[in-house]
């Protein structure tokens, strides 16, 4: 049974830091890429960003380029998103995907609140 658990999220003030987490089980994780995607109130699902594999390539949405980090460790079967000088547009439930042409697999998500 495949499951991805979401772990990190809080309330953090705006320019605080976050290390978000997403345990991976019941699949080979060293051989699937993996993302992080967010959703706020009233919004569509977007991606965050995304890596391969064996980490040797990352992708970031424009909003959060030089602000999150995506890595991942496969011996733990863990893929984590650090994310910097958070602001208030930064508020959503951030989820962790892994699909292919014949799965989609999502966690439950974790929520960020970002507020003073």
């Known amino acids: 049974q495949v499951q991805l658990v979401e772990s990190g999220g809080g309330l953090v003030q705006p320019g605080g830091s976050l290390r978000l987490s997403c345990a991976a089980s019941g699949f080979t994780f060293r051989t699937c890429a993996m993302s992080w995607y967010r959703q706020a109130p009233g919004k569509q699902r977007e991606l965050v960003a995304s890596i391969s594999s064996t980490a040797g390539s990352t992708n970031y949405a424009d909003s959060v380029k030089g602000r999150f980090t995506i890595s991942r460790d496969n011996a733990k079967n863990t893929v984590y998103l650090q994310i910097n000088s958070l602001n208030p547009e930064d508020t959503a439930v951030y989820f962790c995907?892994?699909?292919?042409?014949?799965?989609?697999?999502w966690g439950q998500g974790t929520q960020v609140t970002v507020s003073s």
């Open positions: 995907n892994t699909h292919g042409p014949t799965y989609d697999y």
